[in-house]
């Protein structure tokens, strides 16, 4: 096939793959060769075998011919899982997460690892935007938004605690896709906060974040955490925009937008409601304005559990970002930390009602970032956008809709009512095709590097 990657999507490559047009051997052998030519300069690979591992299967299976990139957060029994740290260097787990063997039961191919911030956090790696080197692809999953932006795989995973798969989707012009609390089970994934942490899924496209969390959602026995919501039957209703019921909020919550990112909201708002869309402003109940004490609290407790003893063992081999957020944690009580927890459920409770029950809204349309990738790449960007919706538990979605003034994405969130998961991907897909970010691309006659050929 002679089409430039970032043109085939997961579903193109199943098609191919399944007619014959595409051998499983030739689709991976094409993702590694993409992955060896823009490491040096784009750096999405922790990890790189030293030669392709095909999972040669049988063609029918979901994910069969498909490259796939996994944080380096997420154990591979065949490859190292050193978490971007140097207290865990040369470290090769005995098994698959859970997530992993799921994938690979699914005919799945793993290209390589994807680079992350130190343990899911704020040192970052040596990834760069595809679309600007000079800008941060944002974090903590750097390296599988960077992979599929630059068309290396059709499919990578990342974890998000804060907004570590929200804001690097929108950063990078890709789909950024985080299920409701639980969705995807998380044994053999390192935490970073337990209570918090999430794993999501970067595509190209709405249609595949969809096909492939069919492929990898369900629980695991030694993953004990679970939505804060009890289960709910799922409601489709309709796709068309008379039945889709919008709320934007009057207020955002978390740090202001760039205008640029404010006007390509309204913008999107706009011809969403005139292609039939309610779009209704709203202001959150005000117990939901005051959620960033409450995340900041349990982020810091629990990554102090989870990561104090290395600090205690070998202080010189963590850095002082994560220092800082371990000491912080160890400073805060018990008793503020349990309020904490307990204000978490109550408050994915009185969210649900509101938005689900009271709004019956389908989605929030709210911001996934303040705006473009900053210029810098010490500093991965600020998550207060995506914080709230992580903090509550419910499923979110990043759109690529607009370049900004420095030419770089866009993008739009989607936020929907915890285990109603199919609802937001079907509303994502029918906002995705009026925001023209195709014929956005085509206009600007620019896009992410590099352009590689199947």
């Not at 899924?201 to 004990?224: E, H, L, P, R």
Request: glycine share 10%; net charge negative; charged share 15%.
């Amino acid at each position: 096939m002679t089409e430039p990657a970032n043109a085939l999507t997961l579903l193109d490559i199943r098609r191919a793959v399944e007619s014959g047009v595409l051998t499983i051997q030739q689709s991976i052998e094409s993702a590694d060769k993409a992955a060896r030519q823009s490491q040096p300069w784009l750096h999405a690979f922790s990890y790189l075998p030293d030669a392709p591992v095909v999972n040669q299967t049988d063609i029918g299976l979901p994910l069969a011919g498909i490259a796939i990139g996994i944080k380096d957060l997420i154990d591979t029994a065949d490859m190292p899982t050193e978490y971007n740290s140097p207290a865990y260097a040369g470290r090769t787990p005995e098994t698959d997460a859970v997530l992993v063997a799921r994938l690979r039961q699914a005919g799945g191919s793993v290209v390589g690892k994807t680079v992350t911030t130190e343990f899911a956090w704020r040192q970052p790696g040596p990834t760069v935007n595809p679309w600007n080197e000079k800008h941060t692809p944002g974090g903590s999953s750097s390296g599988s938004a960077a992979a599929v932006s630059a068309g290396i795989v059709p499919l990578a995973f990342g974890t998000q605690t804060f907004g570590s798969v929200i804001r690097p989707a929108a950063y990078c012009g890709v789909v950024g896709f985080k299920p409701t609390y639980g969705s995807i089970a998380r044994t053999g994934v390192l935490p970073l906060a337990p209570s918090l942490d999430h794993i999501g899924i970067f595509t190209g496209n709405v249609a595949d974040a969809a096909y492939a969390f069919k492929v990898v959602s369900g629980s695991d026995d030694q993953d004990f955490h679970s939505s804060h919501i009890r289960s709910k039957n799922e409601s489709q209703g309709n796709d068309g925009g008379a039945f889709i019921r919008i709320g934007m909020l009057r207020r955002q919550v978390g740090t202001a937008m760039e205008p640029a990112q404010d006007s390509a909201l309204a913008r999107l708002a706009g011809q969403l409601e005139a292609d039939g869309a309610e779009v209704v402003t709203v202001d959150l109940p005000a117990e939901l304005l005051d959620i960033g004490p409450l995340v900041s609290a349990i982020l810091a407790v629990e990554a102090a559990v989870v990561h104090g003893p290395l600090l205690d063992r070998s202080p010189g081999l963590v850095s002082p970002v994560m220092t800082s957020l371990i000491n912080e944690g160890r400073g805060i009580s018990g008793i503020d930390y349990a309020r904490a927890r307990a204000a978490q459920v109550r408050l994915a409770h009185l969210f649900d009602r509101w938005l689900h029950e009271e709004m019956r809204f389908d989605v929030l349309l709210v911001a996934p970032a303040t705006g473009e990738a900053p210029v810098e790449l010490d500093y991965t960007g600020d998550a207060s956008l995506c914080a709230p919706w992580t903090f509550l538990g419910v499923p979110a979605i990043s759109l690529p809709i607009a370049l900004g003034p420095a030419g770089l994405p866009l993008g739009a969130q989607l936020v929907g009512a915890a285990q109603h998961d199919e609802r937001l991907l079907a509303v994502a897909a029918w906002v995705e095709a009026r925001a023209g970010w195709q014929a956005v691309k085509v206009r600007a006659n620019t896009g992410p590097r590099p352009f590689v050929v199947r």
